[in-house]
């Protein structure tokens, strides 16, 4: 099915009347839950790095200080151990909510602590944004889509997810806290923003987190043969961190709600991206058979025209320029493990 969400496409326009983002603007105090997390981390770096406050809002379960303790000692930046699951009274303008274990070894670790994440606290930030007037956006995700029917993947497709699966604390999780995000725009006239984001890689991912790009990257660095998940031959999409965060920045600054996919369209097969990686980090790099998931996606492909045409935004970044980006902090971080062992 598909359906014309135009309604919610329409241009908003803020209560307090902010003054876009450039020379002059006033400096703004911005949430980001889940920030000391691979993504947030990186969009942290942006928003300090512009001038604002950020005071970033995260429980550690998949997060590390590491990634954000180079900012500690900036007076603009503010670190809470807090659980979003429970309430939280700031004072903000912004509130980026990322918090959320995103690769499926993490969320399905605890899958009701995952379901609990994405919907009472989604619920938990909207009821923050809502007492104090903030603009709120949701990072959701092309897990919505599920294992899809239609390909490449627009917004105005509803999707193909098992509701009963595995994968449901966080797809059905996030589907729920999109609903949620409009909920409180219609009812309560929250200014609300839904970015449904594709596979992700750069530095400062998880080294043990089972996606496949930090799986692969890590295999090859320490010399042991890439894991491909059944036949290699299901498809992904992976885009690179500062492509994402610019993508993100230009959805909370712009005039529209979305849902926005931002992904990097370029489509690769398990075993053509095992293919970049052995080209990238050793030649001699080879390659293990192992069984696939449950209900794994089949192919995953966001087709970005709404963000090109109303966010004036696009990826840079190839897979094969990404790459090598992320290799020396994963070789760096290796290295540094294996040191602690005594190696
Ligand atoms: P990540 O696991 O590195 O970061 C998530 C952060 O949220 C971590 O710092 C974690 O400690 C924190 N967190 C988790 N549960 C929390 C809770 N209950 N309270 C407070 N903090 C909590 O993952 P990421 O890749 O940086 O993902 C960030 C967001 O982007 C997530 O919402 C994820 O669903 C979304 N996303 C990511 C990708 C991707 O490929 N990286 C793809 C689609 C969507
Ligand atoms: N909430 C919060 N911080 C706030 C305001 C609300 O954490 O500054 C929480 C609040 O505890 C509640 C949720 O957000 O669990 C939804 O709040 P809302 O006011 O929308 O609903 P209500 O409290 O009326 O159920
Ligand atoms: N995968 C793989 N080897 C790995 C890890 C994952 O072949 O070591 C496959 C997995 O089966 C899936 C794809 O890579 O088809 C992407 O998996 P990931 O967990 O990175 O992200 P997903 O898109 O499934 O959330």
Same mark, same amino acid.
């Given at each position: 099915?598909?359906?014309?969400?135009?309604?919610?496409?329409?241009?908003?326009?803020?209560?307090?009347?902010?003054?876009?983002?450039?020379?002059?603007?006033?400096?703004?105090?911005?949430?980001?839950?889940?920030?000391?997390?691979?993504?947030?981390?990186?969009?942290?770096?942006?928003?300090?790095?512009?001038?604002?406050?950020?005071?970033?809002?995260?429980?550690?379960?998949?997060?590390?200080?590491?990634?954000?303790?180079?900012?500690?000692?900036?007076?603009?930046?503010?670190?809470?151990?807090?659980?979003?699951?429970?309430?939280?009274?700031?004072?903000?303008?912004?509130?980026?909510?990322?918090?959320?274990?995103?690769?499926?070894?993490?969320?399905?670790?605890?899958?009701?602590?995952?379901?609990?994440?994405?919907?009472?606290?989604?619920?938990?930030?909207?009821?923050?944004?809502?007492?104090?007037?903030?603009?709120?956006?949701?990072?959701?995700?092309?897990?919505?889509?599920?294992?899809?029917?239609?390909?490449?993947?627009?917004?105005?497709?509803?999707?193909?997810?098992?509701?009963?699966? /595995?994968?449901?604390?966080?797809?059905?999780?996030?589907?729920?806290?999109?609903?949620?995000?409009?909920?409180?725009?219609?009812?309560?006239?929250?200014?609300?923003?839904?970015?449904?984001?594709?596979?992700?890689?750069?530095?400062?991912?998880?080294?043990?987190?089972?996606?496949?790009?930090?799986?692969?990257?890590?295999?090859?660095?320490?010399?042991?043969?890439?894991?491909?998940?059944?036949?290699?031959?299901?498809?992904?999409?992976?885009?690179?961190?500062?492509?994402?965060?610019?993508?993100?920045?230009?959805?909370? /600054?712009?005039?529209?709600?979305?849902?926005?996919?931002?992904?990097?369209?370029? /489509?690769?097969?398990?075993?053509?991206?095992?293919?970049?990686?052995?080209?990238?980090?050793?030649?001699?790099?080879?390659? /293990?058979?192992?069984?696939?998931?449950?209900?794994?996606?089949?192919?995953?492909?966001?087709?970005?025209?709404?963000?090109?045409?109303?966010?004036?935004?696009?990826?840079?970044?190839?897979?094969?320029?990404?790459?090598?980006?992320?290799?020396?902090?994963?070789?760096?971080?290796?290295?540094?493990?294996?040191?602690?062992?005594?190696?």
């Amino acid at each position: 099915h598909t359906q014309d969400s135009s309604d919610s496409n329409r241009p908003v326009h803020g209560k307090v009347g902010r003054v876009p983002v450039g020379i002059g603007r006033r400096r703004m105090r911005i949430v980001v839950t889940g920030g000391a997390g691979f993504v947030g981390s990186h969009l942290v770096d942006k928003l300090i790095g512009r001038g604002d406050e950020v005071i970033v809002i995260d429980n550690f379960f998949t997060g590390r200080k590491e990634n954000v303790v180079h900012l500690f000692g900036n007076p603009r930046f503010e670190l809470i151990r807090h659980d979003v699951v429970e309430p939280i009274l700031l004072e903000v303008d912004q509130i980026y909510h990322l918090a959320c274990p995103a690769s499926p070894v993490h969320y399905k670790y605890n899958p009701v602590k995952t379901i609990k994440t994405n919907v009472m606290g989604t619920l938990n930030m909207l009821g923050l944004a809502k007492r104090v007037g903030a603009r709120f956006l949701l990072t959701s995700t092309s897990e919505v889509y599920g294992d899809p029917l239609q390909h490449p993947q627009k917004e105005t497709y509803w999707g193909n997810v098992n509701p009963i699966g /595995e994968r449901s604390c966080y797809d059905e999780g996030k589907r729920t806290a999109e609903t949620l995000t409009m909920d409180y725009h219609r009812g309560a006239g929250v200014e609300v923003r839904i970015a449904r984001i594709f596979n992700t890689y750069g530095p400062r991912m998880c080294l043990d987190d089972g996606r496949v790009v930090s799986n692969f990257v890590a295999q090859a660095i320490r010399k042991q043969p890439m894991t491909v998940y059944g036949d290699g031959k299901q498809t992904r999409s992976f885009q690179y961190v500062s492509d994402l965060v610019d993508g993100l920045v230009a959805l909370m /600054e712009g005039e529209r709600i979305g849902p926005f996919n931002l992904g990097n369209p370029g /489509e690769f097969t398990m075993l053509e991206l095992a293919e970049v990686v052995k080209e990238t980090i050793d030649p001699s790099a080879t390659i /293990e058979y192992k069984p696939n998931t449950a209900d794994d996606p089949h192919m995953r492909k966001p087709d970005i025209s709404k963000a090109k045409e109303l966010l004036n935004w696009e990826p840079k970044v190839s897979l094969r320029e990404g790459l090598p980006l992320m290799v020396s902090d994963f070789r760096n971080r290796i290295l540094n493990e294996d040191e602690g062992k005594g190696a």
